[in-house]
């Protein structure tokens, strides 16, 4: 987690709090991830300058629930799910924010920031060449 924040591909959820096992939301999840993604491939990314820096995919069909991710967040989660990283949780839905009932949320996990960060290295795995 000091590496993550140290390198600059996360930060805190206030001014003096990490809260390093809080759960995330599936977008929050999806926007740290390609943050650590394009801090690994993208020569001068930086948090403060991560709107400059877009990334080449194929734009999947948008989701039912396209209009419940977070303007902030709706790049990563879409580049996500084009790689097959984070995927839609059924009926063409992505739960960004897991405000589902408990029979859907079964269907689905969450994460802590610090299992995100875990997942992070599959991911440039799994990305490596693109």
Known sequence: MLKAYSVGVVNGTSAITFSP??????????TMLTRVFKRATLDGWTLAADSSFTLPYNQPALFADDRNI???AKDSVYFMA??????GVGNNKFAPKNMTTADEANSYA?????????IAVRMLENLNGK
């Open 21 to 30: 096992n809080d759960l995330l939301n599936r977008e929050t999840a999806a």
């Open 82 to 87: 084009a790689n097959k990283i984070i995927n």
């Open 110 to 118: 969450n994460t802590t920031r610090e299992q995100a960060l875990t």
């Open 70 to 72: 977070s303007g902030w």
